[in-house]
């Protein structure tokens, strides 16, 4: 069943073409990632999606409702969580804090003038950082962490919301390679158990191809292969993109020499 | 109306535009390289008019040319560029780390001193100076005679504009100085002399602020109000063009000039008001003026000054907040004076703790907050005195009418962010100035309003001490409350990371406006409070100074600080209140204190709190550590 639909977005940035035409579908629980050298338009994909941005024309529909070009707190509340390239969490707060916060956003308690906001939600947002193993950590100020562990904690920011679609934008970005894969690995699970699906970038190779179900892959602004991991993986435009023409026939000459 | 006379009319526009570009291209050289907003610019201006009123007639002694009358007032923006070049060095030099409200604070601590200054040097009675030799005729444009120094001024703009360029384009001093308003970081990673970068900034940025001052002296006497009503101009100018752009300042200036030539046609009474409308307008539109840069702060990396996470009273807390109460019920035990002084601190400290609301816990610097203080004592004031109605109504009409104005005002404000803010905030309560200034019939203008007096039950000064305590505890009670709420948290949120609030649902313009609606409510109750306290209200109750001792109140206090904002205030007031009698030159002295101030306690009397108390631990450490050596000495 589709949840994200997106049909034919396009975005200019005065005379460069960042996105073209760009078409996809993303399936309830379904992981799809979205790969391509820098300046390839996958960020700005990913804004029109959340709406960060804008788009020059094309549609994004969620679950039948076209939400092209709405602010990012409607998307949000129809159900679309979102991390950031670098982590946006909200520094003043402790980690719990945090979590509290999006909570109470959650749930449109924002405006309550009386009520104590440190009381609020707090089994709740435990739950939640439990649910990303930051628990032990929740009474900690979040500009004292490690990066690693703000992103989780971003994470379970945007799993408060509830969301049926994450939007990662490159999630693992700035992180040690050993918690890279120990955050994929979380994303994943959450993602499988509760049957929430994940739009994400990404630049590590290795996480796309472990855990994504799909992959896309952008060059200047346009699609110019998707399927799954293998066949990406064996297209000869694709490793004609990434790895040049010298660097693809380098590359078989090594497998020659290797086979003997 | 016959074009010859429309054309005269725009003849003038011009003449006004050149002499306010002159002025601001400074203020935006010295803002694009240093990202300092600087007030002192229009003491600058105010000084090279009273250099020039001074060293010009001397000149024209010897020989009454022209060329003696502008070599004079070269020499006066030399001088006071000179003068640029000590307060870089004295004072910015110390500041360029320090969060921008701060900065404006210590600028603004310039402007007291340059005032106090100016008086001693040239006293306070206006110094008329003499017209240029040679340029003293008028010109006759189809009939209508036009002063020939107004169209010799009409030059003057585009003849700047072109060195200025020049000077940007082909020398380094100019490349480094477009290179830094770009990025100022970069500059300094490839090891450019940051110092000589900035001082000989802040000596073009003066120099020019004297040219602009010393030209005005065949049109306008020099005065000592010069500083304050020149700096609103450059500002909205600088404002509108786009802060660090001098083609947008020269745009903005054409674009002013014109407006208020023909405004007085149109609405003789309100030119002020189409001007900041103007502004307004710009900047709902273009968020950045017509030809500036967007600022590239989405999100922060760095931990935000102001209120970080409130947490409910410790017991030492609670030990000073029931002192503090118990003080406020003592008082009327003292002298009727005590009373007085006691009832000022509490309205001030309910004034200065809703501007805290919105600087240390949203964020949102207003550099306009006593509009709404003064907004709330005139609606209070004309119920009483203009419809006759008692104290109670109108003590709650005083609210009302602060967050009416606050919520007009907010809905532009709001949309901005950081400098850009400030400056309209600034702007908005300079047009409800000017408003409540120039309406006579309603206001009662310079002199305001007399006969605002309490109901007969609250008129000893002891029970109407009693009636402001209840009404502005219980309204800091409140507030800090909502700091604590979820609506408080909300503009925490926002001011930490506007995307991340976005992302989870905030809708975070519409929680700022709210905030500011309700601060504005706050700081009109104040005002209500203080107009009955009086017994007569008038325009400065709206005016910058006040804005600024609210700033210096909250800053002394600590912005950081949930209740810093009552302590700052009651320091601030008593000092104020002690010394000002003892003393003519008080402006000096509170601008000395409020640039020491920025320098020796940046985060407020609660930061210096924490550090004497870290400073107590370190001795402590030391001590025992001494101890322990010298134990283990034989």
């Known amino acids: 069943m589709t949840l994200l639909a997106v049909d034919r977005l396009t975005k200019r940035f005065g005379g460069v073409l960042a996105a073209k035409d760009v078409s996809f579908a993303l399936n309830v629980g379904e992981m799809l990632a979205i790969i391509g050298p820098n300046g390839a338009g996958k960020s700005t994909t990913f804004n029109m999606v959340g709406g960060q941005l804008r788009p020059d024309g094309g549609r994004v529909t969620l679950a039948g409702q076209d939400v092209t070009g709405l602010p990012p707190r409607q998307v949000c509340r129809l159900g679309v969580g979102r991390t950031f390239q670098v982590a946006q969490t909200f520094l003043s707060f402790t980690v719990l804090g945090n979590v509290q916060m999006a909570l109470i956003a959650h749930h449109r308690q924002t405006r309550r003038l009386l009520a104590n906001a440190a009381a609020m939600h707090r089994e709740a947002a435990l ?94 602004g346009e699609i110019i292969a998707r399927g799954t991991p293998e066949e990406v993986r064996a297209d000869p435009e694709v490793q004609r993109v990434y790895l040049g023409h010298s660097g693809t026939r380098a590359a078989a000459r090594a497998r020659r020499a290797a086979d003997g | 109306m016959e074009w010859d006379f429309l054309l005269v009319q725009a003849l003038s526009g011009l003449a006004s535009a050149s002499s306010l570009f002159v002025m601001a291209s400074g203020l935006t050289i010295v803002f694009g390289v240093t990202r300092i907003v600087n007030f002192a610019h229009g003491s600058f201006y105010m000084l090279g008019a009273y250099v020039a009123v001074t060293i010009v007639p001397w000149l024209l002694e010897f020989d009454r040319s022209p060329w003696l009358f502008f070599a004079g007032v070269l020499a006066s923006a030399l001088a006071v560029g000179a003068l640029g070049v000590v307060m870089e060095v004295m004072l910015l030099r110390r500041i360029y780390r320090v969060p921008e409200l701060f900065q404006l604070l210590a600028t603004f601590g310039v402007v007291l001193i340059v005032q106090d200054l100016v008086l001693l040097a040239w006293g306070p009675v206006d110094i008329p100076g003499p017209r240029a030799p040679g340029l003293r005729h008028g010109v006759y444009i189809f009939d209508q005679r036009f002063p020939a120094y107004e169209l010799f001024l009409i030059f003057v703009g585009p003849a700047v504009l072109a060195l200025l360029w020049l000077l940007m384009r082909h020398t380094r001093f100019g490349v480094l100085i477009r290179a830094a308003t770009q990025d100022r970081e970069m500059v300094g990673a490839l090891g450019v002399n940051q110092a000589m970068l900035f001082t000989g900034t802040l000596f073009l940025g003066a120099a020019l602020a004297g040219l602009g001052g010393a030209l005005q002296i065949p049109r306008i006497s020099a005065n000592p109000q010069m500083d304050l009503s020149v700096i609103t101009d450059a500002f909205v100018v600088t404002v509108i063009g786009g802060m660090g752009s001098v083609p947008g300042a020269f745009l903005a200036a054409l674009l002013i000039g014109q407006l208020q030539a023909f405004g007085v046609l149109v609405f003789p ?51 000073l907040a029931a002192l503090a109460l118990a003080a406020v019920l003592a008082l009327p035990l003292l002298d009727a004076y005590a009373v007085k002084v006691g009832t000022e601190v509490l309205v001030l400290a309910l004034a200065a703790f809703s501007l805290n609301f919105l600087v240390g816990n949203g964020g949102i610097v207003s550099f306009g907050h006593a509009a709404y203080f003064g907004l709330g004592a005139y609606g209070a004031g004309l119920l009483v005195t203009k419809a006759g109605l008692p104290m109670e109504p109108a003590l709650v009409a005083a609210p009302v009418a602060g967050g009416a104005f606050a919520a007009l005002f907010g809905f532009f404000v709001v949309r901005l962010s950081g400098i850009y803010l400030a400056m309209l905030t600034l702007a908005f309560a300079q047009i409800a100035y000017a408003v409540v200034f120039q309406w006579v019939e309603v206001t009662g203008g310079d002199n305001g309003l007399v006969g605002v007096w309490p109901s007969r039950w609250a008129a000893s000064r002891e029970v109407y001490h009693y009636l402001t305590a209840a009404v502005t505890v219980a309204a800091i009670i409140l507030l800090r409350r909502v700091i604590h709420a979820p609506f408080g948290a909300t503009l925490r949120a926002a001011r930490d990371s506007a995307p991340r609030a976005d992302a989870i649902g905030v809708d975070v313009r519409r929680h700022r406006w709210l905030g500011f609606t309700l601060a504005g409510a706050a700081a009109g109750l104040a005002g209500g409070l203080y107009a009955f306290s009086k017994g007569s209200i008038d325009p400065t109750l709206l005016g910058i100074p006040l804005s600024v001792d609210f700033l210096s109140m909250i800053l002394l206090g600590g912005i950081q600080s949930v209740l810093g904002a009552v302590a700052g205030a009651t320091v601030f007031h008593a000092v104020k209140d002690f010394f000002m009698p003892l003393t003519d030159h008080w402006r000096l002295f509170l601008g000395l204190s409020i640039i020491a101030m920025v320098l020796v306690f940046p985060r407020g009397l609660a930061g210096a709190w924490t550090e004497l108390q870290r400073f107590y631990a370190r001795v402590h450490r030391l001590f025992t550590a001494l101890r322990k050596w010298a134990e283990r000495q034989p």
């Open chain 2, 269 to 319: 009474k309100i030119t002020l008001v189409l001007v900041f409308l103007l502004m307004a307008a710009v900047l709902v539109v273009k968020p950045w003026g017509l030809l500036g840069k967007p600022e590239t702060a989405a999100g922060r990396t760095v931990l935000p000054e102001g209120i970080l996470d409130p947490r409910p009273l410790d017991l030492a807390g609670k030990v």
């Open chain 1, 127 to 220: 739950a939640l950082l439990d649910r990303v193993g930051m628990a032990a950590q929740a009474a900690r100020p979040v500009g004292e962490l490690a990066y690693g562990d703000v992103k989780r904690v971003e994470l379970a920011i945007a799993l408060a919301a509830a969301p049926r679609l994450l939007l990662m934008d490159e999630p693992t970005a700035g992180m040690a390679p050993a918690e890279r894969a120990a955050l994929m690995a979380l994303v994943a699970g959450i993602a499988r158990q509760e049957g929430i699906g994940v739009l994400f970038t990404e630049h590590d190779m290795d996480a796309v191809f472990a855990h994504a179900d799909r992959i896309l892959v952008l060059v200047r």
